[in-house]
């Protein structure tokens, strides 16, 4: 079996455009964008052509949008900004059990700090009821945060319906749209968020580079000091090159090309698995309102790692994380309530760009083979 690749929402590759970005700016221009003299000034153009690309991809202005070292940091600065800079009004912020750690693990030291963090659960399907958000929200609240679609399942969540809450009470509102741009239609107005955090390598950009939309009006803390690069926001010098890739890439991305065709074929791959498998094979996420290029299921009796094990040239995720010789079930599988039988046999299957329908075939007649082989069994 040639290696196949179906983790793109861990990271995908760079795209041909993206690669032809960087490598034209390889040998300049090397100027500090924030100096003023004639080797700086062509470097301080394509970090605002970016800005502007980055900006138009998601509905927003340039001067809204604050370039970071990537998603986690985005988040970083939207969630520990956004207190430092509100907690005179209140020290409360609502999230839900199925962040990423790139939200919770922020949200712990918040905390410390003497932030009251509520964690509203999910159903199921992993979505979050908004009524649950609008029956959290008390006097001290300043800042909600629920991710746009989560990275593991699919499952998208009712970015607009939260929205609407949070603005009936004049509450800020994040979202961490790392999965979602280049997926689905991702527009800062339509959604009605105030802070939205972006992440290159999700989208056929470079590792170590992304972005956060601040809403003009919202003043964020800055977590980083020094000069006073991004408008004061985020100090230090621009790494021009990766934001130019990132431009590239948001301005391929805001196009949504192949989506239909990628999600024919993750329809087809569940198709084909549930034929060759039957009630042996379960799905996890939301049936409908999710990405078009995730499929997460579960092989029942079985343990995803140890099925991926025996496929070493599938790269995809498995759903059960092993510690000291015990495996368990997923932190986002726990809190939808997964059942440990059904949940320690999971894996995410995420297609991208690249794969094909041969790719699926392969992948389907393998599992089917494991999965109805005893030997592989719990």
């Not at 100096?35 to 700086?40: K, L, P, Q, V």
């Not at 970090?47 to 985005?74: H, M, N, W, Y």
């Not at 998208?156 to 749209?177: K, L």
């Not at 741009?181 to 170590?208: E, M």
Request: with cysteine.
């Amino acid at each position: 079996m040639e290696r196949i690749y179906l983790d793109y929402n861990a990271s995908t590759p760079i795209a041909p455009a993206v690669a032809a970005t960087i490598s034209a700016l390889l040998s300049g221009p090397f100027g500090n964008p924030s100096s003023d003299h004639w080797a700086s000034r062509p470097a301080r153009d394509i970090l605002e052509k970016a800005r502007g690309q980055v900006a138009r991809s998601i509905g927003a202005q340039p001067d809204e949008i604050v370039f970071t070292g990537g998603c986690t940091e985005a988040n970083n600065l939207a969630l520990k900004g956004s207190y430092y800079a509100l907690r005179d009004r209140g020290n409360h912020i609502i999230t839900q059990t199925t962040e990423h750690p790139a939200v919770l693990e922020p949200l712990k030291f918040l905390e410390r700090e003497g932030a009251r963090v509520t964690l509203v659960s999910v159903d199921r399907s992993g979505q979050v009821d908004p009524d649950a958000i609008r029956a959290a929200i008390g006097p001290d609240t300043i800042l909600i945060s629920v991710m746009h679609a989560n990275n593991e399942t699919g499952t998208v969540q009712p970015i607009e319906a939260i929205a609407r809450v949070a603005r009936e009470h004049g509450v800020r509102f994040h979202t961490d749209a790392a999965q979602t741009l280049g997926k689905l239609p991702v527009d800062v107005n339509a959604l009605g968020v105030d802070l939205l955090s972006i992440a290159g390598h999700k989208l056929y950009a470079p590792k170590g580079v992304g972005a956060l939309y601040v809403r003009r009006g919202c003043d964020v803390f800055p977590l980083i000091h020094g000069p006073s690069q991004e408008a004061g926001r985020r100090s230090g010098t621009e790494n021009v090159l990766f934001i130019a890739a990132l431009g590239t890439a948001c301005e391929l991305a805001a196009e949504l090309s192949h989506v239909d065709e990628m999600e024919a074929l993750r329809n087809y791959f569940w198709e084909a698995l549930q034929a060759g498998l039957g009630s042996r094979v379960v799905l996890n996420g939301h049936p409908e309102y999710r990405l078009p290029n995730t499929l997460n299921v579960s092989f029942v009796g079985q343990l995803g790692g140890a099925l991926l094990a025996r496929i070493p040239a599938l790269a995809a995720s498995t759903g059960s994380a092993c510690h000291s010789g015990h495996s368990t079930v997923t932190p986002v599988l726990a809190a939808m309530g997964v059942e440990e039988a059904v949940g320690l046999g999971a894996i995410r299957f995420s297609l991208g760009g690249s794969t094909t329908r041969d790719d699926i075939d392969t992948v389907v007649a393998r599992l089917i083979a494991l999965t109805l082989d005893s030997s592989g069994r719990l």
